[in-house]
């Protein structure tokens, strides 16, 4: 058996044995129906969180009011949530109020879909009131009791079935999907946060394509900031294998959604990288030399760029690209840091104050040696600083 099920029930054996009804249960379970690889095992139980407390040794406290402890056993956490039942939702994201149970189908009850509301004990014995291994078994997705009151509590799970649907290859039961389309306008009390985490996931699932179908079919892409300005045609003929790649290929096709990205939330790195991809673009179509292109953009992105241009069809400039790939590990330079001179080197040169000069001047002996026509060596450039490049009226020029 896999060996966090075999860990984990080492705790559900203590919570068994002090009084306690405790199982492995949500996704974890769901998983191990369908023979896929387990990240992380989830418990759930009667005991009260102080209950749990008093009966390990290394508990971490990261939602006690919601019933969540997590327990570090073999150095591996484990979330441990007592049965509870929700409160109203009067803002579409979470309950106003948790309050704990002492039965374990009330707290599958409150689950979204029916695979994730499966329990199973530390003998591999299922508890399955709402059919999810029937579901798993019709490839379908559907929720716990009515749609409506699934998406009207969360709105974010209609984004979860879309990924769950890309991620499993699942369809969508009928009715979940008319409440989807019913329901989509939900989407905007939904942190753009939340709606990202769950489509990165989305983008990396073998049946995206077909989720984003779904997306527009349903409208909730209409309600989804960025994605609404994207033009429906544009967003099902991508072919990409992650969200930042679509973004990339969105902006090149349509450069007036780049001000739309600051709505996602992203990271400044995931922001830059998208940027990066759409001004690669920019220099291919305008002609720069491949040794420029293979200098002012990091591998990473002339390799993603190469890779979504192969399935986009974004530029034809496909040999200034490959030579650009073929250049990047052997520049003389990866940037102006590495040059052998500074500042103070020409200032001491010039005899003459910092100003925009110097930026002008390392930018000239930059491209020298860039180019292979000036040697990276200290003695050299200044040699050739002196005999080359004039310094007049604050700004520098090469002189022939």
Same mark, same amino acid.
């Given at each position: 058996?896999?060996?966090?099920?075999?860990?984990?029930?080492?705790?559900?054996?203590?919570?068994?044995?002090?009084?306690?009804?405790?199982?492995?249960?949500?996704?974890?379970? #769901?998983?191990?129906?369908?023979?896929?690889?387990?990240?992380?095992?989830?418990?759930?139980?009667?005991? %009260?969180?102080?209950?749990?407390?008093?009966?390990?040794?290394?508990?971490?406290? !990261?939602? %006690?009011?919601? @019933?969540?402890?997590?327990?570090?056993?073999?150095?591996?956490?484990?979330?441990?949530?007592?049965?509870?039942?929700?409160?109203?939702?009067?803002?579409?994201?979470?309950?106003?109020?948790?309050?704990?149970?002492?039965?374990?189908?009330?707290?599958?009850?409150?689950?979204?879909?029916?695979?994730?509301?499966?329990?199973?004990? #530390?003998?591999?014995?299922?508890?399955?009131?709402?059919?999810?291994?029937?579901?798993?078994?019709?490839?379908?997705?559907?929720?716990?009791?009515?749609?409506?009151?699934?998406?009207?509590?969360?709105?974010?799970?209609?984004?979860?079935? *879309?990924?769950?649907?890309?991620?499993?290859? +699942?369809?969508?039961?009928?009715?979940?999907?008319? $409440?989807?389309?019913?329901?989509?306008?939900?989407?905007?009390?939904?942190?753009?946060?939340?709606?990202?985490?769950?489509?990165?996931?989305?983008?990396? @699932?073998?049946?995206?394509?077909?989720?984003?179908?779904?997306?527009?079919?349903?409208?909730?892409?209409?309600?989804?900031?960025?994605?609404?300005?994207?033009?429906?045609?544009?967003? *099902?003929?991508?072919?990409?294998?992650?969200?930042?790649?679509? *973004?990339? !290929?969105?902006?090149?096709?349509?450069?007036?959604?780049?001000?739309?990205?600051?709505?996602?939330?992203?990271?400044?790195?995931? !922001?830059?990288?998208?940027?990066?991809?759409?001004?690669?673009?920019?220099?291919?179509?305008?002609?720069?030399?491949?040794?420029?292109?293979?200098?002012?953009?990091?591998?990473?992105?002339?390799?993603?760029?190469?890779?979504?241009?192969?399935?986009?069809?974004?530029?034809?400039?496909?040999? =200034?690209?490959?030579? =650009? $790939?073929?250049?990047?590990?052997?520049?003389?330079?990866?940037?102006?840091?590495?040059? =052998?001179?500074?500042?103070?080197?020409?200032?001491?040169?010039?005899?003459?104050?910092?100003?925009?000069?110097?930026?002008?001047?390392? &930018?000239?002996?930059? &491209?020298?040696?860039? +180019?292979?026509?000036?040697?990276?060596?200290? &003695?050299?450039?200044?040699?050739?600083?002196?005999?080359?490049?004039?310094?007049?009226?604050?700004?520098?020029?090469?002189?022939?």
């Amino acid at each position: 058996m896999h060996t966090l099920f075999e860990t984990g029930a080492k705790i559900i054996k203590r919570l068994n044995d002090n009084g306690h009804e405790a199982f492995f249960v949500g996704g974890c379970v #769901r998983d191990f129906h369908m023979r896929r690889d387990i990240q992380d095992v989830d418990i759930t139980t009667d005991a %009260k969180p102080g209950e749990v407390e008093a009966l390990f040794e290394k508990t971490i406290d !990261v939602g %006690k009011a919601h @019933g969540t402890i997590i327990i570090m056993t073999e150095d591996i956490p484990f979330e441990v949530t007592t049965y509870r039942t929700d409160g109203a939702y009067t803002n579409h994201r979470h309950p106003d109020e948790v309050i704990f149970s002492n039965h374990l189908n009330e707290d599958l009850q409150r689950r979204d879909f029916t695979m994730n509301a499966m329990a199973m004990d #530390r003998d591999y014995t299922f508890h399955d009131p709402y059919d999810g291994r029937g579901a798993i078994e019709r490839h379908e997705i559907t929720t716990v009791g009515r749609p409506s009151d699934r998406f009207g509590e969360d709105a974010l799970r209609m984004v979860r079935a *879309l990924r769950f649907m890309s991620v499993l290859n +699942f369809s969508i039961e009928e009715d979940t999907e008319a $409440a989807m389309t019913l329901n989509a306008h939900l989407l905007k009390h939904v942190s753009v946060e939340r709606i990202i985490t769950e489509f990165k996931k989305m983008y990396g @699932g073998a049946a995206l394509a077909e989720a984003k179908l779904k997306l527009v079919q349903t409208g909730l892409v209409r309600h989804i900031p960025f994605f609404a300005d994207i033009g429906e045609e544009d967003l *099902l003929r991508s072919r990409v294998h992650s969200l930042l790649d679509e *973004l990339a !290929v969105q902006i090149i096709k349509s450069p007036a959604l780049e001000g739309g990205l600051s709505h996602l939330k992203l990271s400044r790195k995931e !922001v830059g990288f998208v940027k990066s991809c759409a001004a690669l673009h920019g220099a291919l179509e305008d002609g720069m030399h491949p040794l420029k292109i293979a200098y002012s953009f990091d591998e990473d992105v002339i390799g993603r760029f190469s890779a979504v241009n192969d399935e986009n069809h974004l530029t034809d400039q496909y040999p =200034a690209l490959s030579e =650009a $790939a073929s250049l990047k590990k052997s520049l003389p330079i990866s940037s102006k840091q590495d040059l =052998a001179v500074g500042g103070r080197d020409l200032m001491a040169l010039f005899q003459s104050r910092s100003g925009p000069w110097i930026k002008e001047c390392l &930018n000239i002996i930059e &491209n020298e040696v860039l +180019f292979g026509r000036l040697k990276n060596e200290h &003695n050299d450039i200044i040699d050739w600083v002196r005999r080359h490049v004039k310094v007049e009226s604050g700004s520098a020029e090469i002189t022939e």
